[in-house]
């Protein structure tokens, strides 16, 4: 362990070019990936059992011969048809809807019709005629135009059901951020006036001290107001450090702070402004209200699977016999406590699902928060 005191702001992000980037409103569903991919092949072999057993009229003269042969065709559609579709993912997440779903829905057809052609000229060179020359192959027209309305009408039924899906998800992608965003937005706004006030009694008598204080609270609004995402852990310690200096400002020895900083990568990433509502909350509803103030501990660690992020600080014990006023204000204290660290924990999930835990105890009079936070670069 280390005690921290200074800190360095980490380079700016570089951003990806568009061309790299996730598109913002998809439409449809990632399909490259290996859960999806075996829930393709799943639906395709579950497809060919049923055309088997309706080609075989039931399961009394059922054919495993045809079983394999459909299977080995609907496999080879669903399979390059959901290639195809993942290469075209970004270019079609540029288009109109009516645009990218006539064009994945010839796609598909166009697919299952080549496929259909070189499966009959395959299967004719392996049927016993190895040697006898192709050109007195002819295709079997009906069979092609079996394959391309099966084709037509469940490829219709799944494109439009990815579509839904991926639409559902589009929006709740967009509620999540707008409820990270609402949460990660929310500063106290007597900590805005205190800080107004005390950037307005130092520019007479510590003008460089009032333009530092000017430049932390910058950075802490210009954090505040930025998207939500994923931002390096230590700026986010850069943005608890810069809090921490302005209240240091206006409690004095009251506010002691202790850095317990282990080492840790450097690209890991967690919420913007997770940290500084805890050190927030650390001082509003346990340092100020004690007469002498006390001392906040932030203790940071990292072992091989997970971050572990501990905010300690005292608080004030209040006697059951205490006027009902008093009690009644500590126990708003405590809501607003208790909403704060819901706050967090919501966006701690929408980011890394069950993964990310928060826990807090209250025990001698320390008040303890604990986060587990998954290692994301």
């Known amino acids: 362990m280390e005690t921290v005191s200074t800190m360095t702001a980490p380079e700016t992000d570089k951003k ?9 409103n998809p ?26 057993i309706s080609a075989s009229s ?12 459909i299977s080995v065709q609907v496999q080879w559609v669903v399979v390059f048809s959901a290639i195809a579709l993942c290469r075209l993912r970004f270019w079609l997440a540029r288009q109109s809807h009516v645009r990218a779903g006539c064009t994945s829905y010839a796609l598909v057809l166009f697919i299952t019709l080549v496929l259909s052609v070189l499966g009959q000229w395959i299967i004719y060179g392996v049927s016993g005629m190895a040697f006898i020359e192709y050109q007195d ?23 439009r059901y990815l579509y839904l899906q991926q639409q559902l998800r589009n929006q709740q992608q967009a509620e999540m951020q707008a409820r990270i965003q609402a949460l990660q937005s929310r500063i106290r706004p007597h900590f805005l006036f205190n800080s107004m006030n005390s950037i307005a009694s130092l520019i007479a008598t510590d003008p460089d001290t009032a333009e530092r204080v000017v430049e932390d609270l910058s950075e802490l609004f210009r954090a505040s107001l930025a998207e939500p995402s994923l931002i390096p852990l230590e700026r986010e310690l850069e943005l608890c450090k810069h809090y921490l200096d302005i209240e240091q400002l206006r409690l004095g020895r009251r506010l002691q702070l202790d850095w317990q900083i282990g080492n840790y990568n450097k690209e890991i990433k967690i919420p913007s402004l997770m940290m500084q509502p805890l050190v927030e909350n650390a001082i509003f509803h346990g340092v100020e209200p004690l007469p002498k103030g006390g001392k906040i501990t932030v203790k940071v660690s990292q072992n091989d699977k997970q971050l572990s992020i501990v905010i300690s600080n005292p608080y004030l014990l209040v006697k059951k016999n205490n006027h009902q006023g008093s009690g009644s204000q500590r126990h708003s204290e405590q809501k607003h406590n208790r909403m704060a660290l819901d706050n967090i924990r919501r966006r701690l999930t929408a980011h890394f699902g069950s993964a990310a835990r928060l826990s807090s105890s209250a025990e001698n009079g320390i008040f303890t928060t ?6 994301t670069v």
Do not use: R
Request: proline share 5%.
């Open 16 to 24: 990806q070019p568009a061309s790299l980037a996730e598109p913002a």
């Open 27 to 52: 439409f449809l569903p990632e399909l490259c990936t290996s859960q999806s991919v075996f829930l393709l092949v799943l639906v395709a072999e579950l497809l060919a059992l049923l055309l088997t």
């Open 58 to 69: 039931g399961l009394q003269h059922f054919d495993w011969d045809k079983l394999a042969l």
């Open 137 to 159: 192959f002819e295709f079997d027209g009906w069979q092609l135009l079996n394959n391309m309305a099966i084709a037509a009408i469940l490829s219709g039924i799944l494109l």
């Open 370 to 375: 604990y986060i587990f936070c998954p290692l």
